[in-house]
C-alpha cells in the first residue's frame, strides 16, 4: 500500500489517472461508450486536474508536448497520454 503523505503531486495526479483508466475500461464493458469510457479527457478536464490555464494546455499542445484529437471545438487528450506527459517530467510553473 503507498503511503500518499509521500508521494509528490505528480505522482498522485498519475495515480488518478491510472485509477480513471481502470474504472472507465470496466464502465465501458457496461454500457454505452462516452469520451471518457473510450480513454479520453476534454480540454477542461485536464486544466481542472494539472490546475493550468487555457493558454498553458494551448501551449502546451501548440509545442508538441502534449498530443491531441481535435473536433470542431471539441479538444479530447488520450489519458494515456496524459500519463505519459506527467511521466517525462511535467512541472506546474
Known sequence: MKDYGKMSEKEILILK?????RMEKK???????????L???TN????????ISRATAARMRDSGELRYSKKGNLIVYK????IA???SGFERK
Do not use: C, H, R, W
Open 44 to 51: 477542461d478536464e485536464l486544466m481542472a486536474m494539472l490546475k
Open 39 to 41: 480513454g479520453f479527457m
Open 85 to 87: 506527459y506527467l511521466n
Open 79 to 82: 489519458i494515456e497520454d496524459v
Open 17 to 21: 489517472l491510472e485509477s480513471q483508466l
Open 27 to 37: 464502465l465501458m464493458e457496461l454500457g454505452k461508450p462516452t469520451l471518457s469510457t
